[in-house]
């Protein structure tokens, strides 16, 4: 019975710590009594898969799950996707998508940072047009942002995403870094 209560108190932690940690939308028109509203987006399980964050090593979800390597991501499951990198997508790795049911309207292809070219995606879209699926071929950075965008519409959207080899850092990066440094250095008064 313990380790019930365990399991119990560590996924109540976990649900709390997800609601806390989610992306807040807050309404920029006042109601008549002066309150502003809150919307918590991702409050739900059924509010489905998202991916929060990616590395070289993998990705992170909205439930704290982290995947190593290439992903085959749905709107509720999550699989390891058998390819090393870009050149390793052809018919047989994309038939998982083709497969599934319900029948999925797009599917989002994130190949890490390699060059996107003509040929390339005509490959993918000739092949998934033969099972009448849309697809967007992009650098996985926008390949997450619009699965994440699609699956919030509540779209039947899946992503086939591999990880990209470098990261691009931008001032948002550097300037949550060197907020980090800053705090590490303060002392909490007691």
Request: proline fraction near 2%; glycine fraction near 4%; charge should be neutral.
């Given at each position: 019975?313990?380790?019930?209560?365990?399991?119990?108190?560590?996924?109540?932690?976990?649900?709390?710590?997800?609601?806390?940690?989610?992306?807040?939308?807050?309404?920029?028109?006042?109601?008549?009594?002066?309150?502003?509203?809150?919307?918590?987006?991702?409050?739900?399980?059924?509010?489905?898969?998202?991916?929060?964050?990616?590395?070289?090593?993998?990705?992170?979800?909205?439930?704290?799950?982290?995947?190593?390597?290439?992903?085959?991501?749905?709107?509720?499951?999550?699989?390891?996707?058998?390819?090393?990198?870009?050149?390793?997508?052809?018919?047989?790795?994309?038939?998982?998508?083709?497969?599934?049911?319900?029948?999925i309207d797009v599917l989002v292809v994130g190949i890490g940072d390699h060059t996107i070219t003509p040929a390339f995606s005509k490959k993918i879209i000739d092949f998934m047009k033969r099972y009448k699926i849309n697809v967007e071929v992009l650098g996985t950075e926008q390949a997450c942002s619009t699965f994440n965008f699609l699956n919030a519409e509540n779209r039947v959207v899946a992503a086939a995403l591999i990880p990209p080899m470098t990261m691009r850092v931008n001032e948002d990066d550097l300037m949550q870094k060197q907020i980090s440094i800053s705090k590490s250095f303060e002392v909490a008064d007691k």
């Open positions: 019975m313990n380790v019930l209560q365990g399991l119990s108190r560590i996924a109540h932690q976990s649900l709390r710590r997800n609601l806390c940690s989610s992306l807040v939308r807050r309404s920029s028109t006042y109601e008549s009594d002066g309150k502003t509203s809150v919307t918590i987006l991702n409050k739900e399980a059924d509010a489905g898969l998202m991916i929060n964050s990616y590395s070289q090593f993998g990705f992170r979800l909205n439930n704290d799950m982290v995947v190593i390597g290439p992903m085959a991501i749905f709107s509720r499951t999550v699989l390891s996707w058998n390819v090393e990198s870009h050149e390793d997508i052809n018919d047989e790795s994309l038939s998982l998508f083709c497969a599934i049911e319900p029948k």
